[in-house]
């Protein structure tokens, strides 16, 4: 498996994890317009195949994970940990320590591998998605080494 840089020819693939993935996805002119915009945006690519795929920025030297997906055929296979700990390192190498990120409230398996990654829990915010269900806040810090 490698980590890589998104390419336009991988819309099709994401667009399909992005919608079997999300209760509320993004359709494509998001996805393109955040690729646009100058979001880091990367893929796990299985053989000839796009598996998963991470989707951030950084702003005001904070970084933040818009998205992070894997196709459910290829999960509980580290997918998603290969891709956050390639995320997290892109953030460090940009001198970025502190990542932010939104996960549904009801999304316990989501909650687990973000606290197993070392992110903590910090707030909640009532009424976040637009089906009124609250988002759990969470933050990773790097620390001092």
């Known amino acids: 498996m490698i980590i890589r840089d998104f390419k336009l020819s991988d819309i099709d693939d994401v667009l399909a994890i ?13 996805l393109l317009q955040l690729h646009n915009s100058g979001a880091g945006f990367i893929v796990a690519q299985l053989g000839k195949h796009v598996v998963g795929y991470v989707i951030f920025w950084i702003r005001n030297r904070i970084g933040h994970i818009i998205a992070i997906a894997v196709d459910s055929k290829y999960r509980n296979m580290h997918v998603g940990s290969l891709m956050i700990e390639k995320t997290l390192k892109i953030f460090f190498s940009n001198n970025i320590n502190t990542v932010g990120l939104e996960v549904r409230k009801s999304n316990t398996a989501a909650v687990n591998f973000y606290l197993k990654h070392g992110f903590v829990k910090v707030s909640e915010e009532e009424d976040y998605y637009n089906d009124g269900e609250s988002a759990i806040i969470m933050h990773y810090t790097k620390a001092d080494n």
């Open 18 to 30: 992005e919608y079997e993935s999300f209760p509320d996805p993004y359709p494509v002119d998001i």
